[in-house]
């Protein structure tokens, strides 16, 4: 019986690729599931054999202490050289579309709290 290795939502591709690289190299035996046309079903990565998972736990939780530890030291020199994305970078690039996502943010709040302000 297959068990849920690791979820995919939400994960970067060079992420996927990467674990799966990983448990490939490790021979151990997995299977993808994908979200589907409308995106409701679960992507995850499944074990083909229970006996496998506590190593390739061990596997993708050291993997993931190394890329969160890597993602940092790139946050870091990205902010040191003035590289990091920023509320300011994000409008300078595009106020047009800046201006419009806050608008709208703006407009939901006040739609959300009208109600429970008003006397």
Partial sequence: MSKLLFKMHHVPEDEAREVRELLASNKIEFFETFA?????????????????????RR???DYQ????LKMREEYEQEK???????????F??????????M????????FSLKFFLSF
């Fill in 36 to 56: 589907g046309n409308w995106g409701v079903s679960m992507p995850a990565l499944w074990l083909k054999k229970k006996g496998q998972y506590k190593h390739a």
């Fill in 92 to 101: 300078t690039e595009n106020p047009s579309r800046f201006i419009l996502y």
């Fill in 103 to 110: 608008g709208l943010a703006i407009a939901i709040l006040y």
């Fill in 65 to 68: 202490q190394q890329r969160s």
């Fill in 80 to 90: 040191q050289s003035g590289e990091a994305k920023t509320l300011w970078h994000s």
């Fill in 59 to 61: 596997l993708i939780d």
